[in-house]
């Protein structure tokens, strides 16, 4: 029989509580009660194999002897002021594989400010040994491993975000938030001097009336006054000098809220009880996470690095404690709800299919809720009063990657978090061309993880342009990256230049790239007299309809990256993009603006990729970056755009490279990937491949406040479109270079976008 895991901690209760002493209690908690949502979260949701509890002080020897592996639900354990020396020392003596899940670093502005004392960063190192890959909070946590080298990470959250089984849990927050009126309201507050003010304007907006509970995590006197030890002296002295916004009542307000003042020792009792509110507030990360858990609507206000952290990556409603004004919680709270919750169960099952393959690459199995919201399917939970068969043993969960097509073979790897490898079949422009077994051991991935290859028939009639799919024979579940649409074309390797430092170009194109970005191949007289007539009548129209026009040219990564070029290729001024930027200015155009971020891409480039070094097309950071300078031109109000996202809002994914897939090899490199992906609905798509399809998109939350957007574009504009879908309360996406002035006069937009790639502009599009 296989050995359990020993999960350190609790399980998210302490053991009869009302018995203990508050301090012994509060102790066991690791003195903070908001450790018990995780260790709820991580024992009773994220595992799925027999797993036992061991306390901090464990036995080294004796832990090694009954267990397999050690899970750690971590907390922020990276904190300048911690030496976790003797855990590192425990943990190493065990001589056990670990599995951490939450790593967490504590800092207040800059993870600058977190310097390891030597105990802790034994203890990361330890964790880097020991792991297969460590699930860590947030970028910021994951910026501070960087910096110690530690590299075999992934930025998962928290395992509270998987605490309620419902996955559709965002969507019913959304309705009940919509459907009830807000009465009572739990604040989860830190009770530290410097959050007090803010802390007090949450009471006073919200009131006496509505405020039915106050929630105490730590200090060890808040936990004993909501126990109504008054005459604890623990309790005098925290009241008469750190207790934060209580310090600072007179008495009678005193009084009142620390009747209100609840403490739980019980993860699951702290959920039952979020059942008698509407809402939960807090600059607690857990207090008011626990709320959104509970199924209701909920707003985190950060303080500090590691509470915003958390947020962002599980998707939860927050906002800045410096950017809330007294009075403005309730109008967060709603905008927090309205935005996240349309968008929160795509993610949170994103983050738990992630998680079922972390799991998986440490030999464990995940546990029955987990793997339900990973498949978006609701689970059954076991109650004590059922009475039945046991359960069967859960089914092992698999998953994959597409990384390799070309006219030769399609090849990628499965794991498994059991020992059968399952069954591939793969398909080419929707034909199955084989059935397959993956057999060859892919150690790098998991213990149980096998590489597949298929091979294309020799007789097979492959077009120049094709969709392969690498699919689960079983379930007809689509590995990752697939479907994929590329290039199969014989000589594709011609078309790829090597540049320096791994980059890779475009040459022997159609449209001759290279010649142009050299200034060997201009705009002849002809096509700038075709440019002048578009650009011309576009305005009129414009200014007749009272449209306003933009024309995004999207930079060639030759000259985003030019440094990067093989020596004796430099990029020239004289080049096709610089000739339409000046005969739209000498044209003094009235309605219409050509936007050109060459400038702003190569200053981003130097942080996050704003191309793939194996890509033609930008990334979604790059992409980001271009619509910035849309939202400047349109003249967006901030609180309208909304934050736009900056470095920390994308994780590093494999991802579908067009220049790499042409050599022949590994097709997928990493990219910059947005964390939260926008949520705009397709109402209607003609599903013609490129040139003339056709979209019509809707936001996925109704309260966009700008009109209709009409946008013409090629295969850059697909990432713009999503996002810019959102902004608007409607929008038609057109896959095309030229306008018909019917099209104009039906659509009416408020908004004209072009969008064309830089190579593209020695072909003039056309109006009329």
């Not at 040219?553 to 020596?567: G, Q, R, S, W």
């Not at 936007?595 to 480039?605: D, H, N, Q, S, T």
């Amino acid at each position: 029989m296989m050995k359990p895991i020993a999960v350190l901690g609790t399980d998210g209760t302490i053991g009869s509580s009302f018995a203990r002493r508050t301090d012994a209690a509060f102790a066991a908690t690791g003195a903070n009660t908001g450790n018990l949502a995780f260790q709820y979260a991580a024992f009773h949701r994220v595992l799925g194999n027999e797993r036992i509890t061991v306390p901090f002080s464990f036995d080294p020897a004796i832990v090694r002897e009954r267990c397999r592996l050690i899970c750690v639900p971590a907390a922020n354990f990276l904190y300048s002021g911690f030496d976790l020396g003797e855990l590192a020392d425990r943990l190493e003596a065990t001589g056990l594989p670990l599995m951490v899940l939450g790593l967490g670093a504590q800092a207040f502005r800059s993870v600058s400010e977190v310097q390891l004392k030597p105990g802790t960063e034994r203890l990361l190192h330890l964790f880097r040994e020991r792991c297969a890959r460590i699930m860590l909070r947030g970028s910021y946590t994951a910026a501070v491993l960087e910096r110690y080298g530690v590299q075999n990470f992934e930025v998962l959250g928290c395992p509270s975000n998987f605490i309620h089984p419902n996955p559709h849990l965002g969507a019913s927050i959304a309705e009940r938030f919509r459907t009830k009126p807000l009465q009572a309201v739990a604040l989860a507050p830190t009770f530290y001097s410097y959050n007090a003010k803010g802390e007090r304007a949450l009471l006073d907006e919200f009131g006496e009336d509505r405020v039915t509970q106050l929630i105490a995590q730590d200090p060890l006197a808040a936990i004993m006054l909501a126990r109504r030890e008054l005459d604890a002296p623990e309790v005098a002295a925290w009241l008469d000098g750190k207790a934060g916004l209580l310090t600072e009542m007179n008495k009678a307000e005193r009084d009142l809220w620390a009747g209100r003042l609840r403490g739980y020792f019980s993860a699951e009792a702290w959920l039952e009880a979020y059942q008698a509110v509407d809402a939960v507030i807090g600059t607690r990360i857990h207090g008011a996470a626990l709320g959104w858990q509970a199924g209701r609507a909920a707003l985190v206000i950060s303080f500090d690095l590691r509470t915003e952290e958390l947020a962002q990556t599980m998707g939860l409603p927050f906002v800045k404690a410096a950017a809330l004004a007294a009075g403005g919680a309730e109008a967060a709270l709603k905008a927090g709800v309205e935005a996240c919750a349309p968008v929160y169960d795509a993610r949170r099952a994103e983050l738990a299919g992630r998680l079922v393959r972390l799991l998986g690459e440490h030999g464990v199995t995940p546990g029955t809720v987990l793997q339900s919201l990973a498949s978006g399917e609701a689970a059954s939970l076991p109650t004590e009063a059922s009475a039945g068969p046991a359960p069967s043993a859960p089914k092992p969960t698999s998953w994959g990657f597409l990384e390799q097509y070309n006219r030769r073979r399609i090849a990628g790897w499965v794991a498994s978090s059991g020992p059968v490898a399952p069954r591939i079949t793969v398909r080419l422009d929707g034909q199955e061309i084989g059935t397959v077994t993956p057999s060859t051991p892919r150690p790098d991935i998991s213990g149980h993880a096998w590489a597949f290859e298929v091979k294309i028939p020799a007789d097979a009639k492959v077009p120049d342009v094709a969709k392969v799919e690498a699919l689960f024979t079983d379930t007809g579940a689509a590995l990752r990256n697939s479907p994929v649409v590329t290039s199969f074309a014989a000589q594709d390797e011609t078309k790829v230049l090597r540049g320096q430092g791994g980059y890779l170009f475009l040459q022997n194109d159609s449209n001759g790239v290279l010649e142009q970005v050299q200034g060997r191949r201009t705009l002849l007289p002809g096509e700038l007299d075709l440019w002048e007539r578009f650009f011309r009548g576009v305005d009129a129209a414009a200014v007749s309809h009272g449209v306003r026009v933009l024309y995004l040219i999207a930079p060639n990564k030759e000259c985003v990256f030019a440094e990067h070029l093989p020596d004796g290729i430099s990029v020239s001024e004289g080049r096709p993009v610089r000739q339409v930027q000046a005969l739209a200015a000498r044209l003094d155009l009235r309605a219409t603006r050509v936007i050109y971020p060459l400038e702003a891409m190569r200053r981003a480039g130097t942080d996050v990729a704003t191309y793939p070094k194996g890509d033609s097309h930008w990334s979604d950071y790059g992409a980001s970056v271009a619509l910035d300078a849309v939202y400047e031109a349109i003249g967006l109000d901030p609180n309208t755009a909304g934050p736009q996202p900056g470095p920390d809002a994308f994780q590093v994914e494999y991802r579908n490279a067009d220049l790499l897939s042409k050599l022949g090899g590994v097709c997928v490199e990493e990219q910059p990937v947005l964390r939260q992906r926008p949520a705009a609905r397709v109402v209607q798509d003609n599903g013609v491949l490129n040139t003339g399809r056709r979209r019509e998109l809707r936001p996925a939350a109704q309260q966009a406040a700008l009109g209709h957007l009409l946008m013409l574009h090629d295969s850059f504009g697909e990432w713009l479109i999503p996002p810019l879908a959102e902004r608007f309360a409607s929008t038609t996406a057109v896959w095309n270079a030229s306008l018909a002035q019917s099209m104009l006069e039906q659509e009416r937009p408020d908004v004209l976008l072009f969008e064309r790639a830089e190579r593209f502009l020695v072909v003039p599009p056309r109006f009329g």
